[in-house]
């Protein structure tokens, strides 16, 4: 059984160290992060999986961006530890906070990442919206958590306002 947490402060650490482990070196040059430097993550939404001794199994967190203004969430990284992945816990991750996300109030949410991996969850390709480069158009996935909410909406993603 894994116990499904909102990440705190003091588990910064631990789940960076995780991302190094699950992703290649020199991710932080990703543009992606660009949008993340000195912007907060959404805390509600940033999560953990304990596994029962104690230790980080699985990891997501999500910051708030904008595309022309509107509001959208932006997913990642999520990671999983390599001695437990293929067991669920990254679908688990998603699904779990995606709910939440909805609940929330959130509209929209993006990510770059992998779709063969992304469409279960109802991502497919943002056509009209574009990633700070160097990013692969065909990573920029998008799900609607509220009808339409992804129509219409094209342009470069930005830092959230204020950040
Ligand atoms: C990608 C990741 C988060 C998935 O979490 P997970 O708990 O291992 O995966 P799940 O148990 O939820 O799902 C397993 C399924 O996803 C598939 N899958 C996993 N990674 C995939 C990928 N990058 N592309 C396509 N399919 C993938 C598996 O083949 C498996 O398929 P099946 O259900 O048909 O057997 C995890 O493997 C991980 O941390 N990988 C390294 C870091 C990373 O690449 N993160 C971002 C992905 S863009």
Known sequence: MYQ???ETPADW???EALYDLCFAPGRTALSSYRLRDGVPTVAALSAVLRDPEGPVAAAIRYWPAEVAGH???LLGPVAVHPTRQGEG???FLITETLREARNLGWDRVMLVGDA????RFG???LEDVVMPPPTNP???LGVALTAGAWNGITGTVTKARGA
């Open 4 to 6: 499904l947490e909102q």
């Open 13 to 15: 650490w631990e789940v």
């Open 71 to 73: 509001d959208v969430l």
């Open 89 to 91: 816990l990254g679908a």
């Open 116 to 119: 063969p991996y992304y469409r």
């Open 123 to 125: 991502f497919r390709k």
């Open 138 to 140: 065909d990573r920029v």
